[in-house]
């Protein structure tokens, strides 16, 4: 029997080696359910005006939440995120660089140049200037 399980266990696609993790999964499913539920049913509930009143970081609400704002706020955001998440793949290239060779160079030179060639295009498109 040991020895069945062992080479059950040796199997990497075996099903048996998921079992630890189906099991924390459940676990912690049902540990979830029970606190939302013990919270809700044993918590207290009080709806007064005042609860419900919108708050944010202790100021006040003043006018219409749905007034316009500028572009280029969210423009400079998202080319973070875009540029920053490009970033990310260098780290494969910086560990394995001896195995990837010039092959691997050369492909490193591609990327950084077609991310260059987009960083000139977003200033020569003037996405950066907040002066206008």
Avoid at 18 to 37: M, R, T
Avoid at 92 to 116: D, K, S, T
Wanted: glycine residues 6%; charged residues 15%; proline residues 3%.
């Amino acid at each position: 029997m040991i020895q069945t399980f062992l080479q059950v266990s040796h199997n990497i696609n075996s099903t048996a080696n998921y079992l630890p993790i189906g099991i924390q999964l459940i676990f912690a499913v049902v540990l979830l359910a029970l606190i939302i539920f013990l919270t809700t049913t044993l918590g207290p509930s009080r709806k007064t005006a005042e609860k419900l009143k919108n708050f944010e970081s202790g100021i006040e609400a003043q006018g219409n939440a749905r007034r316009p704002m500028a572009i280029k706020y969210f423009l400079v955001a998202i080319l973070f995120v875009l540029f920053d998440v490009e970033v990310i793949f260098f780290y494969p290239y910086a560990v394995n660089f001896r195995e990837l060779g010039w092959h691997g160079f050369i492909a490193v030179f591609m990327f950084v140049a077609f991310f260059l060639c987009g960083f000139f295009y977003i200033l020569k498109k003037g996405a950066l200037n907040w002066e206008e």
